[in-house]
């Protein structure tokens, strides 16, 4: 897909995807997670995320919730491990408000101390319902052991203690040390051109102060694999196999991407919802995932099922691990599984704001947007011998973390 990008003279970059559509789809990108908070700290991105909506320095609550909701339009925000997004979906005319919205709520936010109690409980509401969902919890829990003692293992939306304990100086000292003005992506999808970006961008971001102090990110050990169980008040098993991966720049990701998705990935005919599933009806969900990241990557295998079924499952995940590891995927295999992983990649893109997003990623990550033809020919690259090296090394049983919510025996 065409794209362009303009750096302004405080680093900020701005990405210009033109559309011809009515509808335009814009985000702003930070490169700052819940990996880069302090100690103690747990929860402090997610926490500032929620709090940007809340005041400024020239609208009230009310008036940012209102901005774009009053023309139609669509305004979110979400934290991972790396990333803070703000993201708007809306129609042509309203560029302009929805980046000075953009401007307003990311740099000029004045975090008072009412609204900041108020939305600690919010969140504390959130932790709590999160852990009522075994099948989410189970991720956190997993991650935790995967990156023991490093900032990668802590919950995104921290606990209840570092979240009550947040103070005005943490959130102000953190956007400070971490919203990198050289490390911001402000995308733009939709029909106008590139001149008028620029223009719009200069207006309304030209202002922010260059800000670009040292990342201080460090790579997680790999630590020895292990199992873990842990005995709740819940009606099935859940369990998560995994282990640390690629990362976003390893050349592996790509025959990674594609093993995972022909393993378990989306869709009914992966090799997991066949042979576990569909063939003997042991769990009704049944997935694997792979997630790079800037320095590591994680890749996992999650099944949910009923306490009794639960050894048996293992077993023919295994099963099939071994099958996959002694008999490798042949020519035609490979082909029929890059033909799947190509389609859905082709469709994802009718999703435009998560291709927007996704842009900004890959600017922030790579410096560079691979098109889409580019995408297709890594996946097409792939051999037979290179997707039986990442077999061996990722899908190695002895390696693999277990990690098991388990109902308490009555």
């Known amino acids: 897909m065409e794209y362009n990008v303009h750096t302004l003279p405080n680093g900020i970059r701005l990405l210009h995807v033109p559309s011809a559509s009515a509808i335009s789809h814009a985000c702003i990108i930070i490169n700052t997670g819940s990996r880069d908070e302090p ?71 004045t975090f008072p101390e009412e609204e900041m109690e108020k939305e600690k409980s919010v969140i504390l509401d959130e932790i709590s319902s999160y852990l009522d969902q075994p099948e ?25 203690d570092s979240v009550q304990a947040f103070t005005r100086e943490d959130v ?3 956007r400070k040390a971490n919203y990198r003005t050289n490390e911001i992506v402000i995308a733009v999808l939709g029909n106008y051109t590139l001149n008028s970006i620029i223009n719009k961008g200069n207006k309304h971001f030209a202002d922010v102060e ?3 102090p040292q990342k201080n990110r460090t790579k997680p050990l790999i630590l020895a694999s292990g199992n873990t169980t842990i005995y709740k008040p819940i009606m099935q ?13 390893q050349p592996q990701k790509a025959a990674l991407m594609l093993l995972n998705n022909y393993f378990g990935g989306n869709g009914m005919s992966s090799v997991l919802n066949l042979q576990i599933r ?13 997630s ?21 499952a293992l077993s023919l995940i295994f099963k099939e691990i071994k099958k996959l590891r002694e008999k490798p995927l042949n020519e035609l295999q490979l082909q029929k599984a890059k033909n799947k992983f190509i389609g859905q990649i082709a469709l994802s893109e009718e999703n435009r704001i998560g291709l927007v997003i996704s842009m900004a990623k890959s600017l922030i990550d790579h ?10 020919e890594k996946i097409n690259a792939v051999t037979p011998l290179q997707m039986a090296d990442v077999v061996n090394e990722v899908l190695d049983i002895e390696q693999l973390n277990i990690f098991t919510f388990c109902p308490i025996e009555e």
């Open 39 to 109: 100690a103690n700290k747990a929860g402090l991105a997610h926490f500032i995320e929620h709090l940007i909506f809340k005041r400024t320095e020239k609208r009230s609550t009310n008036q940012i919730l209102n901005r774009l909701e009053s023309v139609g339009a669509d305004l979110n925000a979400y934290t991972t491990k790396e990333y803070t997004c703000v993201h708007a979906s809306f129609l042509n005319p309203y560029l302009d408000r929805t980046l000075d919205l953009f401007n307003d709520i990311v740099f000029h936010s």
């Open 237 to 249: 098993a859940h369990c998560i196999l995994g282990t640390q991966a690629y990362s976003t720049h």
């Open 136 to 160: 989410e919890a189970i991720n956190d829990d997993f991650e935790d052991m995967l990156f023991a003692g490093h900032p990668l293992g802590n919950n995104i939306l921290g606990t209840t």
């Open 278 to 290: 569909e063939k003997y009806g042991i769990a009704y969900t049944i997935e694997s995932n792979f």
């Open 367 to 376: 410096g560079k947007i691979d098109s889409l033809s580019t995408v297709f």
């Open 172 to 174: 102000i000292n953190f």
């Open 210 to 212: 260059a800000n670009n």
């Open 292 to 312: 790079p990241l800037s320095d590591t990557g994680i890749f996992t295998i999650y099944f949910g099922t009923d306490r009794e079924k639960q050894a048996r």
